[in-house]
Nanobody, 123 residues
Framework: QVQLVESGGGLVQAGGSLRLSCAAS????????MGWFRQAPGKEREFVAG????????NYADSVKGRFTISRDNAKNTVYLQMNSLKPEDTAVYYC????????????????WGQGTQVTVSS
């Protein structure tokens, strides 16, 4: 099992950048694919980005391609989401998640979730 704690959220103006971090506890972090999701008020939670256990394979939602970058440091048990060129529509609670299936980086089927961190982008 793995526990996830997100950090790095905050208030930023449109066009700005933020970097979210997700610290994982548990010795099995290295074998999990990891993902970032977000949920805006009144909307369903949606997939943002994912990365496989070893790091070279990533997957992004169309809405963030070219602006967001997911990465991981297995030595630090941490996954990151670098968010650039932020837009007001990126405002949401961002969640980190872990997928026990080490196969394809998928936008669903994650097993463990963090509590979330708020990102607010002002226009």
């Amino acid at each position: 099992q793995v526990q996830l704690v997100e950090s790095g959220g905050g208030l930023v103006q449109a066009g700005g950048s933020l970097r979210l971090s997700c610290a994982a506890s548990g010795r099995s972090f290295i074998i999990y694919n990891m993902g970032w999701f977000r949920q805006a008020p009144g909307k369903e939670r949606e997939f943002v980005a994912g990365i496989n256990w070893s790091g070279p394979t990533t997957n992004y939602a169309d809405s963030v391609k070219g602006r967001f970058t997911i990465s991981r440091d297995n030595a630090k048990n941490t996954v990151y989401l670098q968010m650039n060129s932020l837009k007001p529509e990126d405002t949401a609670v961002y969640y980190c998640a872990a997928d026990r299936d080490p196969g394809l980086v998928r936008p669903y089927g994650y097993d463990y979730w963090g509590q979330g961190t708020q990102v607010t982008v002002s226009s």
